[in-house]
């Protein structure tokens, strides 16, 4: 557990079972039915860095200032997470012009394009900037890019929060693209290109995109910019699925990269579910199933895990195996602004 987590827990997310699945155990103990015998724990999973950052900061400003405390977008895209918060006072709100004039509010961990920023110094709000560093990395790249005269192609899902801020960086430069079926109807261009992409993507999905990109503008200088955390748990989720029947990831269902490890997990043939948490497994998936595969997405807390594996234990599940793919030792300095006490 990482202290970003206990400090989060402190804040009211404990992580001992709820009372409907510690319910729910003890009914299944008296339950005779095929269950799993094998626990497959991806590592790494969970929390990474850009994500501690973020809810460090929130977590800090909820425990030090009166509230509430506004944040633009959810602080992270995690239902757990963003209630907790909101519990303990904090407003979440999609528009500057919702927040009070002079108020504290924190900008979301996937970004937000620069009239955001000077809507909110317009409201004179003191300002704590949130976002992950490797997404203000594409954010610069794509500023710079536009200065240098390139027409900028950013692969992503649009409306996803994150690219609607990189977006908003040039947004008459910048063209969204999604999959490699897209490039194909972009116009020949005279000018030089610059790509860039989402920190969450599909690491194979987005080589196919990049790969018909280069085809078509040979020249365009290409920047991919999926982070290290996503990598590493579209590995971790791949090696589990090759040998797990059935995969579950935990996670929310706007979070980018949740829903692409379960998409990673399908990839591999095997019977793959998003989930919340506990009360949305559904136990039939578990007939006929020996080995679990278990993993979760960037923003989801070890709370969330912990019920399911005491569900799986109490169903019979004897043996739990991490898979380890890679060591995580990243971390990032907390935002300016709070070490300052003002705003951005």
């Not at 626990?39 to 977590?59: N, S």
Request: charged share 25%; hydrophobic share 40%.
């Amino acid at each position: 557990m990482t202290a970003i987590q206990s400090r989060f827990e402190r804040g009211g997310a404990a992580h001992s079972l709820p009372p409907t699945a510690t319910a729910r155990i003890e009914r299944l103990r008296g339950e005779r039915m095929l269950v799993p015998h094998t626990l497959l724990l991806a590592e790494p999973r969970g929390f990474c860095a850009g994500v501690v950052r973020a809810i460090d900061a929130l977590d800090r400003l909820l425990a030090s200032e009166p509230p509430p405390i506004y944040a633009f977008h959810e602080i992270v895209h995690n239902r757990y997470v963003v209630d907790r918060f909101r519990s303990r006072g904090a407003i979440f709100v999609n528009s500057i012009a919702e927040v009070p004039e002079g108020a504290r509010i924190v900008l979301s961990a996937h970004g937000v394009a620069p009239a955001v920023v000077e809507q909110a110094r317009q409201r004179r709000l003191r300002i704590v900037d949130a976002t992950c560093p490797l997404v203000t990395k594409v954010h610069l790249e794509t500023r710079k890019a536009a200065r240098d005269g390139f027409e900028i192609l950013l692969v992503g899902h649009r409306g996803h929060d994150e690219i609607v801020g990189t977006a908003g960086e040039a947004p008459a430069r910048t063209t969204v693209l999604e999959t490699p079926d897209e490039v194909a109807a972009l116009p020949r261009r005279a000018g030089p290109v610059f790509v860039v992409t989402q920190t969450t993507l599909s690491v194979d999905d987005t080589a196919k995109t990049i790969s018909a990109i280069r085809d078509r503008y040979p020249d365009a200088q290409v920047r991919n910019d999926i982070c290290y955390a996503t990598t590493n748990r579209q590995a971790a989720v791949r090696a589990i699925a090759e040998r797990a029947d059935l995969v579950l990831v935990v996670g929310s269902p706007n979070s980018s990269n949740t829903v692409r490890l379960r998409e990673v997990a399908a990839s591999a043939g095997k019977p793959a579910y998003r989930v919340d948490g506990l009360e949305e497994i559904d136990p039939a998936w578990y007939e006929g199933v020996g080995v679990v595969g278990l993993t979760a997405g960037a923003s989801v807390p070890d709370a969330l895990l912990e019920p399911i594996i005491a569900d799986l234990r109490a169903r019979g599940v004897t043996r739990v195996e991490p898979v380890v793919v890679a060591s995580e030792t990243m971390e990032f300095n907390p935002p300016v602004e709070l070490d300052a006490g003002g705003g951005r």
